[in-house]
């Protein structure tokens, strides 16, 4: 064991673009501020080009290794997403001892540091004697729900979405029950039970440290850094969003375009790395976004119409050519204000540029974080996960995002897409949205200072992992 060699840090994303973003930049930091050598381990269902992208753009002086695949073939067909990777996660544990006892030999490991599914590491962690930590890359609301679900799983008897009233948890805006995370909708699905099983884990973390910053949830802020006996104590080190774009993604024909744009005149549109709409509710999309007059950056994954709205989630990618199930005629019609990009845009570049002035967004969180980061307003659209429940917080609590009406059986109207477009383009709510965003922005800007609080945050962590003599 190399006592003085640099203090090592294993870092276990889940699969997920969304997830190896966040931690990739934790491991940029903890490396340039820290002086600490870090390895990302992944679970060999990580494998897709979309997330190698991600872990072959980090500095050299972050080793990264993929745990040996799983068998998963006795999942049944429509097993939750939740469960996939709860279930390859808790399969690859043994994997993951062999790899850490292999790290520990050969370096000074000071700390693993889990993801939301993986807190099965946490034992492993404790039995190689390194302390165990989650990084939560979601906000403190989502982190409230996991911490409470186990008291809410013995109180509640009926299903969340039939909860009466919206569900208030300490210092978290009330979310009524069916905007609740999605994968606790269902009690009898097994993704629920895995939900459980993870939130009751995250108490045996020795600290927990989440991609968020205090003036965007002061309230709940203010209750989870108290500490509380028998829960970890809670850093908050965010926003943590890559600032610039990835390798290649510079001279992306988008970006020219914008250039061409006037200032603030373009709402963006993307549903993160995985999210996919119906073929109904794409066309509504687009024919509101025509109806609407604005100028649109859009970002088209072929549709799903079965009900999969995350079907990209391993690849990121469209599975066809998603044009051609544009309404007849809109690319013609729009292409003087419109342009549209299959798959995958330079997603932190375009936000950042001076041409965007709005952002239809799935609400993922680093989305949300680089929105925030850009001082960019939201137009809410959650699809999956905690997306839902994230949109209630930042039209409600935040108070940087508008949200469109669904009719009934969940369409969002063309009619209604293009007055919610307009408003935040052009409308008073609009312009509220982007000054609550702007002094958002700020505030985060402010935290991730030197000295500021995002920084200190990290820095105590980092101090806890740092040998004393
Ligand atoms: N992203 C991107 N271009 C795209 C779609 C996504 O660069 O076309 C990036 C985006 O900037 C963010 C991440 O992928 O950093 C998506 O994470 P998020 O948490 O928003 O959503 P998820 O993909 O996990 O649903």
């Not at 932190?348 to 709005?358: C, D, K, N, P």
């Not at 929105?371 to 905690?386: D, K, N, R």
Request: charged share 20%.
């Amino acid at each position: 064991n190399g006592g003085a060699a640099a203090p090592h840090v294993g870092l276990l994303p889940m699969p997920g673009t969304g997830h190896l973003i966040p931690f990739g930049e934790l491991a940029k930091i903890l490396v340039s501020r820290h002086g600490f050598s870090v390895t990302i381990i992944t679970l060999a269902a990580s494998a897709s080009k979309a997330q190698d992208a991600v872990l072959s753009s980090l500095p050299p002086a972050i080793a990264s290794l993929a745990l040996p695949a799983v068998p998963l073939d006795d999942l049944p067909a429509d097993a939750h997403l939740v469960t996939i990777l709860a279930v390859a996660a808790s399969r690859s544990a043994h994997f993951l001892r062999t790899e850490l006892s292999r790290l520990q030999a050969s370096s000074n490991l000071v700390a693993i540091v889990g993801d939301i599914f993986t807190t099965d590491a946490f034992a492993v962690a404790r039995g190689l004697g390194v302390p165990p930590y989650l990084f939560f890359p979601s906000n403190l609301l989502c982190l409230s729900i996991f911490l409470h679900l186990p008291e809410l799983d013995a109180s509640v008897a009926c299903e969340y979405r039939d909860l009466p009233e919206p569900l208030r948890l300490p210092g978290c805006v009330p979310v009524p029950g069916p905007e609740l995370v999605e994968p606790i909708q269902d009690r009898s699905n097994e993704a629920y039970r895995w939900m459980l099983h993870h939130g009751r884990q995250y108490r045996d973390a020795e600290g927990i440290i989440v991609n968020t910053f205090e003036a965007l949830e002061p309230d709940a802020a203010k209750v989870l850094r108290q500490n509380e006996p028998g829960r970890p104590p809670v850093y908050l080190v965010g926003p943590l969003t890559r600032t610039l774009p990835a390798v290649g993604e510079k001279d992306a024909e988008c970006l020219r375009w914008l250039d061409r744009q006037p200032a603030g005149s373009v709402l963006f549109v993307s549903f993160g790395s995985a999210g996919t709409l119906s073929t109904a509710q794409m066309a509504e999309l687009a024919l509101g976004l025509e109806m609407s007059r604005e100028r649109f950056l859009w970002v088209v994954r072929s549709p799903n119409d079965d009900g999969d709205v995350c079907e990209a989630y391993f690849t990121a990618q469209s599975k066809a050519d998603p044009f051609r199930f544009l309404p007849a005629g809109f690319v013609e019609r729009t292409s003087e204000v419109g342009m549209l990009v299959p798959s995958w845009a330079p997603q932190v570049a375009v936000l950042g540029h001076s041409a965007t002035g709005g952002f239809l967004s799935h609400c993922g969180w680093n989305s949300t974080m680089e929105s925030v980061m850009a001082g960019v307003a939201i137009l809410a659209w959650p699809l999956f996960a905690e997306q839902r429940q994230n949109a209630v917080m930042l039209a409600e609590g935040a108070r940087i995002a508008l949200r469109p009406q669904a009719a009934e059986g969940g369409l969002v109207s063309r009619e209604e897409v293009a007055r919610v477009v307009k408003e935040l383009m052009e409308g008073e709510e609009g312009k509220a949205a982007r000054r609550r965003v702007l002094e958002l922005q700020e505030a985060a800007l402010r935290g991730l200072e030197d000295g500021g609080a995002a920084v200190q945050a990290l820095d105590e962590v980092a101090g806890r992992w740092k040998p004393t003599n």
